[in-house]
Each structure stands twice: as structure tokens, then as C-alpha cells.
T-cell receptor, first 116, second 113 residues
């Protein structure tokens, strides 16, 4: 029973390049969340997606950042024209469904992005 | 504006004793609370949660207490073990919305043998 998978685990980019981070949710989970953790900080919500739909992107920077969760394949967090301030750990979480009570979100191991 | 606050960046306890980690929140719309444990270079691992309709939830060595009037919750670990050494994050969410989690900054727990 595989957990949430993220790849790559480490990603180095130069300023101005693009970064693509992938997340495969746990089997049977249809909800994906992306969070960012800056050094010495807690995790900050970025975006919540279901298959083919963005439900809440209130935490996403207005420019350069985008996310998708296609019908087939993993969820992708895309950062265009990266800057040094984008260096952080990016975590993906998944949950099975939004039923009567909140479902626990299970996290992947994260992708550590370093922008040179 | 931090809606979830963990005011102790670190805590050190002796093996076998009780560890108490505290968390305060300001948003009265929060009604579901979770604790996660995180080791370096890994993702957060879910520990225990509590709904606002309860004031206590217990799971083995871990107990979470919720005081809604004070907007305060705490995680008790007893007895503490060296393997419990990690960063503990408190998180909160509102049901009925997208249920995004709002995290505190974490408390680093060190359990000394």
C-alpha cells in the first residue's frame, strides 16, 4: 500500500528556469493538496485540486505558479522562471474524500527545490 | 497574521517522562485539529486529530486535549521515548470549506535517554 509519492526528491534549478514537481496520491485518494515550507517555518497551503479541477488556489502566488491534476497521471506543480525565493521544500498531501467529517491528509516526502 | 501558533520552538524531556506540546489558534471557525510529526528530510506523518465536538482524544501514548473557550490545544506524549524526537506541527482546518490545513511553525522535541 504505497503512500504519497513525490518526485524528484531534490531539484536544482538556475534562476529563470522552470521547475516541475510531481505528486502521485495514495491509491483511492482523489484529493491533492500542495504545501510549501520555507526554512524555519511551518507548512503553508498553496492549492487544492481534485481530478481535472482546481478547488482552492488561494495560497498560490499570482504569477509563475500553476498546478494541475489531470484525469490520468500525477498532479504537477509548475514554477516558471524560478527565483531564489522559490527555494523551499514542497509537500504534496492526499485525502480520500470530503465526506461528513474532515479526512486526514497524508503527506509525501517532499521535493526540495534549490534555485541557484 | 499567524492563525495557529506554537510558541515554544523547542522542548527537551527525559525518556519516560511526559512531553506536553502546546498550540494556540485565533480563528474561531477552525473545528478540526491535527498533530503531525516530522523528521528531517521527510514529509509530515499524521499522529492524532480531534474534532471540536470533543475535548479529548487518545491513541496509545498520545493524547490531544482541546479547550475551545481558550482556543488552545495540547499534545501529551507519555511515556516519552527517544524515537519521539522530531518536530511536531499543530494544524487546523474548517470543515465545509476546502479544508486546507493551517500549520503552526512547529516545536522541536528532544527526548534524552
Amino acid at each position: 500500500n504505497a503512500g504519497v509519492m513525490q518526485n524528484p526528491r531534490h531539484l536544482v534549478r538556475r534562476r529563470g528556469q522552470e521547475a516541475r514537481l510531481r505528486c502521485s496520491p495514495m491509491k483511492g485518494h482523489s484529493h491533492v493538496y500542495w504545501y510549501r515550507q520555507l526554512p524555519e517555518e511551518g507548512l503553508k497551503f498553496m492549492v487544492y485540486l481534485q481530478k481535472e479541477n482546481i478547488i482552492d488556489e488561494s495560497g498560490m502566488p499570482k504569477e509563475r505558479f500553476s498546478a494541475e491534476f489531470p484525469k490520468e497521471g500525477p498532479s504537477i506543480l509548475r514554477i516558471q522562471q524560478v527565483v531564489r525565493g522559490d527555494s523551499a521544500a514542497y509537500f504534496c498531501a492526499s485525502s480520500p474524500t470530503l465526506a461528513a467529517s474532515t479526512d486526514t491528509q497524508y503527506f509525501g516526502p517532499g521535493t526540495r527545490l534549490t534555485v541557484l | 497574521d499567524q492563525q495557529v501558533k506554537q510558541n515554544s520552538p523547542s522542548l527537551s524531556v527525559q525518556e519516560g517522562r511526559i512531553s506536553i506540546l502546546n498550540c494556540d489558534y485565533t480563528n474561531s471557525m477552525f473545528d478540526y485539529f491535527l498533530w503531525y510529526k516530522k523528521y528531517p528530510a521527510e514529509g509530515p506523518t499524521f499522529l492524532i486529530s480531534i474534532s471540536s465536538i470533543k475535548d479529548k482524544n487518545e491513541d496509545g501514548r498520545f493524547t490531544v486535549f482541546l479547550n475551545k473557550s481558550a482556543k488552545h490545544l495540547s499534545l501529551h506524549i507519555v511515556p516519552s521515548q527517544p524515537g519521539d524526537s522530531a518536530v511536531y506541527f499543530c494544524a487546523a482546518s474548517e470543515t465545509g470549506g476546502s479544508e486546507k490545513l493551517v500549520f503552526g511553525k512547529g516545536t522541536k522535541l528532544t527526548v534524552n535517554p
